[in-house]
């Protein structure tokens, strides 16, 4: 089974997370495994940036403890597309919780890239904008153009969330841009631009 | 045995009197004693006095949970932004979490988890068991430290140790709530 939408159609990941990014103003954000990780990164390591570098499914869960308990800061999840099929349950929580500052970006290039680019569901027909939506998300919509993409970034502080937004990419494989590893030390450094000391 | 007598036989098994005494209504006011503010679950009968408390408080947040491991993620998450939280689940939930506890102990976040137990005393679902028999040693694999109540008077110096170690130690820990404790289930009416 080929690879689908390798270039030509569809954004360019990098670009894309540097675009939300450069809108972020005092959002919070939590990176999913994989690429999403090395995007962010590429786009300016950050004290409020919680890495994850493994806890696949985890990464919109994370994002609601934090989204529950810093309800004045938005929180922003950047993952991919195999990782959120992983938490699918994750996203009816969502849905019932409804936490108005949370907004989940799912890169979708409907493979899981960091296992060498096999097909995942979501290049087999899962529609993960239409489970989102069935689950009760304030917001959720496909983006598959710059002109969707900058509407995006305008909502990023603005809209009642939750939101989910499913931003359709190239398969590319730009080069990795690794953020620190060590758990302990992005947990304290998160923390303290919060104010939270540690123990 | 046929049919019959079974169901008979299962109709005559009891609850514990301790099943309805004092520490399940009291969980509730005790997790919010230590400071929780975030209560993550997925139900099981013996946290339901605690889950119907969680849900009608304005100032808890309840969050119910489709698999327990989503659970430890929400828990790490509210440490990160400043609140604490807790999880509460079934025994055969434990297994659900395994690989999501890599979380918890790469970046030492502080743990509090209920477990009520099915499989080890007086159980008749014998699909229970499998699970409920190494609870505490899967999560001692994933370095979560176990505290086991066995007697309604034990509860609650338990609850305090482990919500100490958590969130004052950064430990990653369970208060396992013993079947014995919470007694037997009634199959037929």
């Excluded at chain 2, 099943?19 to 209560?39: C, F, H, M, P, S």
């Excluded at chain 2, 659970?71 to 079934?90: D, E, T, Y």
């Excluded at chain 2, 919500?163 to 430990?171: I, L, M, V």
Aim: with cysteine.
């Amino acid at each position: 089974m080929g690879r689908i939408n390798v270039s030509g159609r569809y954004l360019n990941r990098r670009d894309v997370v540097a675009q939300l990014l450069e809108r972020r103003n005092d959002a919070l954000v939590v990176t999913g495994l994989g690429a999403p990780s090395y995007d962010v990164m590429a786009a300016g390591d950050h004290d409020n940036n919680f890495y994850l570098w493994g806890a696949m499914g985890g990464a919109a869960m994370v994002g609601l403890g934090l989204a529950l308990s810093q309800p004045d800061r938005t929180v922003l999840v950047i993952t991919g597309d195999g990782e959120q099929l992983m938490g699918m349950g994750g996203l009816a929580t969502i849905g019932v919780a409804k936490p108005d500052n949370l907004i989940i970006t799912v890169l979708n290039n409907e493979h899981y890239g960091e296992t060498g680019m096999q097909r995942s569901h979501a290049g087999r027909g899962v529609d993960l904008v239409a489970v989102a939506k069935a689950c009760g998300f304030a917001g959720s919509r496909r983006i598959k153009d710059e002109a969707k993409l900058k509407e995006l970034c305008a909502d990023l502080n603005e809209c009642a969330g939750p939101l989910y937004a499913e931003i359709m990419i190239k398969t590319d494989e730009p080069e990795r841009v690794l953020p620190p590893r060590d758990g302990v030390f992005v947990k304290n450094r998160f923390r303290h631009a919060l104010g939270f000391p540690p123990i | 045995m046929a049919a019959s007598e079974q169901a008979k036989l299962m109709s005559n098994r009891q609850s514990s009197p301790a099943k309805n005494g004092g520490w399940q209504q009291d969980i509730y006011g005790a997790l919010k004693r230590t400071g929780v503010e975030i209560i993550a679950y997925v139900p099981d009968a013996a946290h339901a006095a605690a889950i119907d408390a969680a849900n009608e408080d304005p100032e808890m947040h309840a969050v119910s949970c489709t698999t327990e491991e989503e659970g430890i993620a929400i828990c790490a998450g509210s440490h990160l932004g400043g609140k604490r939280a807790a999880l509460l689940m079934q025994s055969s939930g434990v297994g659900n979490c395994i690989n999501m506890l890599s979380l918890i102990r790469m970046c030492r976040f502080p743990l509090l988890v209920l477990v009520t137990m099915r499989g080890e005393w007086a159980e008749f679902n014998p699909w229970q068991s499998p699970m409920g028999l190494v609870v505490e040693k899967s999560l001692g694999l994933m370095g979560v430290q176990c505290f086991r109540a066995e007697l309604a008077s034990e509860v609650f110096t338990q609850l305090a140790a482990a919500a100490e170690s958590a969130f004052a130690g950064d430990q990653a820990c369970a208060l396992i709530l013993g079947q014995r404790l919470i007694g037997r289930k009634t199959w037929v009416e």
